[in-house]
Every structure is written in structure tokens, then in C-alpha cells.
């Protein structure tokens, strides 16, 4: 019954934080359960902050499968789209599908060793992760990558990049579980598709980072608000204006990432934040000092952009800080493309390293702002919980750098 276009979702693997499960759609693409209010801040994007954003790429139809083993996948239609207010680019419909088109949904019964995830993916992602993770207590440990032996390719070789981030398999696990339990299989689901941030990176180092004072939306229950207010009291979110939500960070001495969890944020103090902000920037054997300038550089130009949206308020939302974790000293490939570039140019020997970082918003959910269409309070002003976190992880990062 599946028609050819149908896409299975597998899991993000690079999910550090969050609650809600991130899929992968296609490799530049990610999709994300649709929330109305979300959509409303992409739709409404002021263009001064797009650079700082993942780009909205429109609407999916999703619908959950289970197959005769009980397991559960989800599966995307592409020919179910629905346009968005003309927002959606081509990027999506001509790339990505036709990339599906050729794996075809039968191709998943395929032996070649470029189907193996999907299959591991489809009948032993709930199995395996349920064995080997029991509930929550594992992931309050601290989390080294760990590969999955599933994930050999056809010579038993274990490919570095499928080591995995436990987190975003335990949300995955915990979403389809949800779904499968309140909603029957015919029933779709609407998806919210999204740039993948970290695509372009082989080995990304990621930081989420939940910015403000407070956390919760306008829509919260007494309940929940009284559960958010006592988590920022009890974390950095009080003093610093932000708190550590998730991390993976490559270690280029043993090959592997090192993942801390949100859980692992909240306990932190202001010195055990400043400790894991300069942990985020080791590799293992050195401090990537030549980071430093370029993520500053860019929360400065986020500050200024966020000073300027008045009426915004983004309770809940996270800042991701991105890096290539592949030390460009010893990615002699890319040394050799780009002194090739750089012949005529002696001056500019710095840049033959260039340190890709990336800085973005994400998880929009609880975000209002004037104009939008969903019922919450107006405020007038920026949003000054946030600009107090971003003040304050500009100067912890200022004095890393200087050696403090």
C-alpha cells in the first residue's frame, strides 16, 4: 500500500537536548511534530534573524507503521505536502525525493550495506535501545558516543560517524511509544520540516543551550509553571540567564564524542557551567582556542539582532553552538583545497583553517510575539531574560580566551 515517494524517518542521531524526537528526513533536512505556534514564528520571521535560524522548509504528512514483529516507524509522504504560504523552497521536492525515489521503500529488504541503518533503524531501534538503556538512570550517567554493533558494514568494520547520541534515540524510543499509544495507524500526523543545522559537519561538536530567566510559556498549567520556575532556580538558568541542555563534543585522542544530558546541566553550578563551556571546546588533547573569536563574533551579532525584536519572547527556545570536530590540522584533504585557493593570497594563511562554527535559535514552540496568531500575553521590549544569557555567555567565553 505504501506508494513509492514514501520516505522512512529515521532518527536524528544528532539530538543532544530537547524532549521532543527530531527525525531525519533527508541529509539536509530534518522534521520536527508540528506545533501551531512554532509554524507562526517561521512564517513571521523577521529577516534579520533568518541567519540565525534553522530555514523553514514547509509541511509533512506523517503516519505511524507498525509491522508484523510489533515494531514501530514512522513514514513521511511527500506527495501529502502540504505548501505553507508559499514558503516552501525547491530545495525539497526535487533534491530529497528524488533521492528517495531511488532507495524506494522496497529497497529497505536490500542486502547492500547502504540500507543496513534503514533496516536497523526499522525492526531493532526500540528492541535494542530498550535492552541496553533502562528508562532515564543510564542517561543522568556521564555518556560516552557509544557504537552501536548493528551498525557494521559488510566487513564488520564499525563506521565512525553511526556512533551515536544516546539522547536522541531515548526521545525517539519515548515519541513513537506516545504516538502508537494515543493514536491508531492510519491517523497523520503533521510535521514540520526544517534545515539540518549540522549537515555540513562530519564530526559535529554540539552545545544546546536553554537561554532565559524563565522557561515557561504563556500556555502553561499552574503546574507546570511552578516545575519550570523551580528548574531555574535550581540551575544556571537564575544566575547566568542560561543552562547547559545537552552536549556532544568529538574527541579526536579517542575517536569518539563525549555527551552530557540535560540533566546533567541542571546540576551545574556557574563555576561547573564555565568548566563544561571550556570542555565543549576541548578535543581531548587541546583547548580549540582558535574558536573562541568567531563564537563570540556571532552571539554579538545575535545580540544585537535580538536587542532590536521587540515583543519577542522566547520561553523554552535553545541556543545551538556548532563546530566541526575534526581538528583542521589534521584534515590534510581540505588543507590541500584550500591552499590551492590561497596561492596568490599569502596573507590570508589564517583562514586556510577556517574554524567552521555555527550559532542558531531553535524549538520556537513557546515563542510569542506581537502579531502572532495564537492566544498568549503582549510584551513590550526585547526579551531581556534572553539578552541576559547571551551577555553572560559572551563574557564567560571572553575569559576562556583570555586564559582566565
Known sequence: SESRTDILLEPFVHQVGGHMSMMKYDEHTVCKPLVSQELNFYEALPLAMRQFTPQYKGIISVHLKKDSLGNLTLIASPSLQV?????LDNTLSDSSVTLWHKRKWAASTSTGSEHTLIKWTHTQLTKTFKDSCP????LR????Y???PLLEDANGNQPERKSYNPWGLHCHRQHLNRMSSKHNENKLHQFLLLENVVSKYNYPCILDLKMGTRQHGDDASEEKKARHIKKCEQSTSASLGVRICGMQVYQADTGHFLCKDKYYGRKLSVEGFRQTLRQFLCNGNHLRTDLLEPIILRLKALLSVIRKQSSYRFYSSSLLIIYEGQDPKENTAQLDKHLHFQKTNCAASHSIHPSRVDVRMI???HTTFKGSKCDHTTYDGPDHGYIFGLENLIKILQNI???K
Open 146 to 148: 557509544c557504537t552501536d
Open 141 to 144: 550517567t556521564d555518556l560516552h
Open 83 to 87: 505548501e505553507s504560504c508559499g514558503q
Open 401 to 403: 580566551s583570555e586564559g
Open 363 to 365: 524549538d520556537f514552540a
Open 135 to 138: 528508562g532515564k538512570m543510564l
